[in-house]
């Protein structure tokens, strides 16, 4: 099993800023393609950011420009760096991990962190 706990979310001003942590522990060999997604009240969980094993990176539009995704293979760490925040950002922002278990079986598995909350307000 893998446990992905997300840290970092908080209250902020609009214009301000958050580093999203999620860190992995737990049964893993490898993490493939990580990612950020987030969910606001009444609105369906939305891409926000995700990042391959190889670093490359792709964003929802409404990140582009603002948000940063990176990792750290070594610590099983996935951050998300959000610039210029706005009050249409305020969501559950969560993270997912497609986990590679083991060197004898290439198959990954799709883990879900708790969740953290963001809130964009002055």
């Known amino acids: 099993q893998v446990q992905l706990v997300e840290s970092g979310g908080g209250l902020v001003q609009p214009g301000g800023s958050l580093r999203l942590s999620c860190a992995a522990s737990g049964s893993i060999f490898s993490i493939n393609v990580a990612g950020w997604y987030r969910q606001a009240p009444g609105k369906q969980r939305e891409l926000v950011a995700r990042?391959?094993?190889?670093?490359?990176?792709n964003y929802a539009d409404s990140a582009k420009g603002r948000f940063t995704i990176s990792r750290d293979n070594a610590k099983n760490t996935v951050y998300l760096q959000m610039d210029s925040l706005k009050p249409e950002d305020t969501a559950v922002y969560y993270c997912?991990?497609?986990?590679?278990?083991?060197?004898?079986?290439?198959?990954?598995?799709?883990?879900w962190g708790q969740g953290t909350q963001v809130t964009v307000s002055s």
């Open positions: 990042i391959t094993s190889g670093a490359s990176t």
């Open positions: 997912n991990a497609d986990v590679r278990h083991n060197s004898g079986s290439p198959t990954v598995y799709r883990y």
